[in-house]
């Protein structure tokens, strides 16, 4: 019986196993608190370009306002994405240049889709307020899309 406990412990689980489990958890938490940091500096940074109080426009189920607010959450989330994954291999620096990247990311993002609102004259404040769906917040939603991937690929 000892000798059968004895062959089942030592089952194809390397020396070290736990401290690279535990390191391994460990980096996954850290980067989830950077991914939802950079989440929330991104929803704000959303927010406080486009006209009228997005959390509130969302709240009180404007449907453009929605519209808006998830395709920027999503761009904003595939450049975080994009800026951990390519982060460097080793935690501190990896952390550090996720950090940078998805604030990079972040303000490049915004500026590029306010640009884009501006060249094409839409009228996003009015846009988001309206009560019934607008079809310009599919514009707004898939330039926010698009630039999102387009900042998530340069990164990479």
């Given at each position: 019986m000892t000798t059968q406990l004895a062959a089942v412990s030592n089952i194809a689980l390397p020396a070290g196993f736990?401290?690279?489990?535990?390191k391994g958890i460990g980096a996954i938490a850290l980067y989830a608190i950077i991914g939802l940091v950079l989440m929330l500096i991104g929803f704000y940074a959303i927010d406080w370009t486009t006209p009228g109080k997005l959390s509130d426009l969302v709240?009180?189920?404007?449907?453009?306002?929605?519209?808006?607010?998830?395709?920027?959450?999503?761009?904003?989330?595939?450049?975080i994405v994009v800026a951990i994954?390519?982060?460097?291999?080793?935690?501190?620096?990896?952390?550090?240049?996720?950090?940078?990247?998805?604030?990079?990311?972040?303000?490049v993002q915004v500026l590029a889709v306010r640009t884009l609102e501006w060249v094409t004259k839409l009228d996003v404040g009015s846009t988001i307020q309206d009560d019934k769906f607008a079809p310009a917040?599919?514009?707004?939603?898939?330039?926010?899309?698009?630039?999102?991937?387009?900042?998530?690929?340069?990164?990479?």
């Open positions: 736990g401290a690279d489990l535990g709240r009180t189920g404007k449907p453009n306002a929605v519209i808006v607010t998830a395709s920027g959450m999503l761009s904003m989330a595939l450049i994954y390519f982060s460097a291999s080793d935690l501190t620096a990896g952390l550090i240049t996720s950090v940078v990247y998805g604030l990079i990311g972040i303000v917040s599919v514009v707004v939603a898939a330039v926010h899309i698009a630039l999102g991937l387009i900042v998530a690929v340069a990164i990479s």
